[in-house]
Structure formats: C-alpha cells, structure tokens
C-alpha cells in the first residue's frame, strides 16, 4: 500500500478490521496491509459501552498488553486514515485503550490502541 502523506497509519489487531465497525466508525471499508505487534501479547477486557458492544456484536474484546519479550506477537493489518478518522477511532476505543506510535514488525511506524500502562 502506498502512503499518502495526509494520511495516518493505523494498526489494528482487533475489531477495527469488522467491515460493520468500519462502516460505522469511517463510513467506508479500509483496505490494508498485513503486519505484526512484537513485544505485546493480547488478554480479554470487558467492554461496558453498550454502543460498541452493539456494533462489535461482542462484549469481550481484546486488548494489547506490553511484555517486552520480544517473541511475543499480535497479527493485525495497518490501515491508512485521515486525522478526522483517527479522531472517530479515539471515540470508538474509549478510555480502556490508549492511543501509542509503536513499531512493527515490518518496521514501520503506526498508532495502535493498547493497554493505558503499556
């Protein structure tokens, strides 16, 4: 995928890859590109905004926590959004998740919602 510099990359390891949850967050599918977060590994949070829980259809999601161990790893896909859409995204993930630039496996540097002590 080519970046477009008035675009933001965005990882996503969970259910910001739902066409439902896109159609509602952006209004439009996102289209992509494989990659990994190392260094974290995923546990359950229970979501208590009924809104997110009706559009994700799951009241259990997962979130990213830091181990530091590097053999750890989360598949997910990076999107490219404007700031407008990573805005609609903070509103969409809540308090539960904070917004940080990590880097990829691949590399590559991009904003993923983890764990707020990660």
Do not use: K, N, W
Request: charged share 20%.
């Amino acid at each position: 995928m080519r970046a477009d510099p008035a675009t933001i990359a965005l990882f996503s390891y969970g259910t910001l890859q739902l066409e439902e949850v896109q159609r509602a967050t952006y209004g439009r599918l996102l289209q992509g590109t494989p990659d990994a977060l190392t260094g974290y590994r995923l546990v359950p949070l229970t979501i208590t905004s009924a809104e997110v829980v009706a559009l994700s259809g799951e009241p259990v999601h997962m979130i990213a926590c830091r181990t530091e161990d590097a053999g750890e790893r989360i598949p997910g896909v990076v999107y490219r959004i404007t700031p407008a859409e990573l805005e609609a995204t903070d509103q969409y993930e809540g308090d539960a998740y904070a917004r940080r630039e990590v880097r990829l496996a691949s590399g590559a540097s991009a904003f993923v919602y983890v764990g707020p002590d990660a």
